[in-house]
T-cell receptor, first 110, second 114 residues
């Protein structure tokens, strides 16, 4: 699976929007972009995924660049419960294992 | 909402002992996975299981490890002779085979080998 690059850490104020970037310049045409997060002392949790178009769900939005070489996870109003490590993962086939990087540690300040 | 469960939540064992970690995946899921996370490090893939056989395994998953689906609900990871370096958080995950690769993870078992 292609490699992703994320900032090590980011900080946000509570109730502010957060934009978490991910670079994946070697993405292939069939790679889906997945975002997972891991809250402290918990297992990873699915957040959102997309292929080419921007996606919205109840947790977040995913903005995918036109050339698909980068994407941004958007949390519209950060809460203290959103403090977690966020992972951007490329997956070529639905059954393949997820390859986790170090992710971005998001801190939310009250 | 359906969820993946894992038991025990914590396990302490002596080096050289066998441990079995248990998972109950979501009931209609078809693909099952084990991952581990050593403290402070990345989540690492161990093994995937489909149709009652291993479909993929990592270099970490050596002869000391085995997986089994003994009945219609449980999915187990056995470590035959534990080493100090097996101390980690072990996560089970499952996928229904339909909604594009979305894996659901359990809360994990923290294994400490002394």
């Amino acid at each position: 699976d292609a490699k992703t690059t994320q900032p090590n850490s980011m900080e946000s104020n509570e109730e502010e929007p957060v934009h978490l970037p991910c670079n994946h310049s070697t993405i292939s045409g069939t790679d889906y972009i997945h975002w997972y997060r891991q809250l402290p002392s918990q297992g990873p949790e699915y957040v959102i995924h997309g292929l080419t178009s921007n996606v919205n769900n109840r947790m977040a939005s995913l903005a995918i660049a036109e050339d698909r070489k980068s994407s941004t996870l958007i949390l519209h109003r950060a809460t203290l419960r959103d403090a977690a490590v966020y992972y951007c993962i490329l997956q070529n086939s639905g059954n393949t294992p997820l390859v986790f990087g170090k992710g971005t540690r998001l801190s939310v300040i009250a | 909402e359906p969820e993946v469960t894992q038991t025990p939540s914590h396990q302490v064992t002596q080096m050289g002992q066998e441990v079995i970690l248990r998972c109950v995946p979501i009931s209609n899921h078809l693909y099952f996975y084990w991952y581990r996370q050593i403290l402070g490090q990345k989540v690492e893939f161990l093994v995937s299981f489909y149709n009652n056989e291993i479909s993929e395994k990592s270099e970490i998953f050596d002869d000391q490890f085995s997986v089994e689906r003994p009945d219609g609900s449980n999915f187990t990871l056995k470590i035959r002779s534990t080493k100090l370096e097996d101390s980690a958080m072990y996560f089970c995950a499952s996928w229904d085979g339909q909604f594009r690769g979305t894996q659901y993870f359990g809360p994990g078992t923290r294994l400490l080998v002394l």
